[in-house]
Nanobody, 123 residues
Framework: QVQLVESGGGLVQAGGSLRLSCAASGRTFSTYVMGWFRQAPGKEREFVAAISWSGSSTYYADSVKGRFTISRDNTKNTVYLQMNSLKPEDTSVYYC????????????????WGQGTQVTVSS
């Protein structure tokens, strides 16, 4: 089992940048696929990005491709989401998630979730 804690959210102007971090407990972090999802008020939780256990493969939602970068440091048990060129429509609570069934955009593939961190982008 793994426990996840997100940080790095905040308020930023459109066009700005933020880097989210997700720290994981446990000695098996490097065996998990990690994902980032987000949920805006009144909307379903949606996929943002995912990264394989080694970091060699990444996968992005079309809405963030070219603006967001997911990465991981297995020595620090941490996954990151670098968000550039932020838009007001990126405003959401961002969640990190861990799974072991392969890189996926499907929420069901990730049994472990953090509590979320708020990102607000002002216009």
């Amino acid at each position: 089992q793994v426990q996840l804690v997100e940080s790095g959210g905040g308020l930023v102007q459109a066009g700005g940048s933020l880097r989210l971090s997700c720290a994981a407990s446990g000695r098996t972090f490097s065996t998990y696929v990690m994902g980032w999802f987000r949920q805006a008020p009144g909307k379903e939780r949606e996929f943002v990005a995912a990264i394989s256990w080694s970091g060699s493969s990444t996968y992005y939602a079309d809405s963030v491709k070219g603006r967001f970068t997911i990465s991981r440091d297995n020595t620090k048990n941490t996954v990151y989401l670098q968000m550039n060129s932020l838009k007001p429509e990126d405003t959401s609570v961002y969640y990190c998630a861990a799974g072991s069934s392969g890189i996926s955009r499907n929420r069901a593939a990730y049994p472990y979730w953090g509590q979320g961190t708020q990102v607000t982008v002002s216009s």
